[in-house]
């Protein structure tokens, strides 16, 4: 069997809700995590569905990938891309960014 080297990239800082992860843990679908954050989540339940539904799917993903991680942590290595600041508007800047994107 060939190997696969596989790069994946985790937020800094991961974002992780309580509520989804309990759920996720406790072995619920994706389906009764979302129908339940629309009906207890005061902050939630103002989102369309389909927005609470990608959501609880990226974060159930999440999960599952760390999962897998922490089995093994000598998986975790420093990432080789700098931290972009907030807008980025200081990279393009520093990349020359075309005279659009100055503007």
Same mark, same amino acid.
């Given at each position: 069997m060939d190997k696969i080297d596989l790069l994946t990239?985790?937020? *800094?800082p991961l974002s992780i809700?309580? *509520? #989804?992860?309990?759920?996720? #843990?406790t072995?619920?679908? #994706?389906?009764?995590t979302v129908e339940n954050r629309l009906k207890t989540d005061i902050t939630i339940g103002s989102y369309d569905r389909v927005v609470v539904d990608? %959501?609880?799917? %990226?974060q159930f993903q999440t999960f599952e990938l760390?999962?897998?991680l922490l089995k093994k942590p000598q998986s975790f290595r420093p990432s080789p891309v700098a931290n #972009?600041? @907030?807008?980025? %508007? @200081?990279l393009i800047q520093l990349s020359g960014?075309?005279?659009?994107a100055r503007r």
């Open positions: 990239c985790i937020p *800094d809700e309580e *509520d #989804v992860f309990e759920f996720w #843990v072995g619920y679908t #994706v389906e009764h990608i %959501d609880t799917r %990226d760390l999962e897998g #972009v600041p @907030n807008g980025g %508007d @200081n960014g075309s005279e659009r």
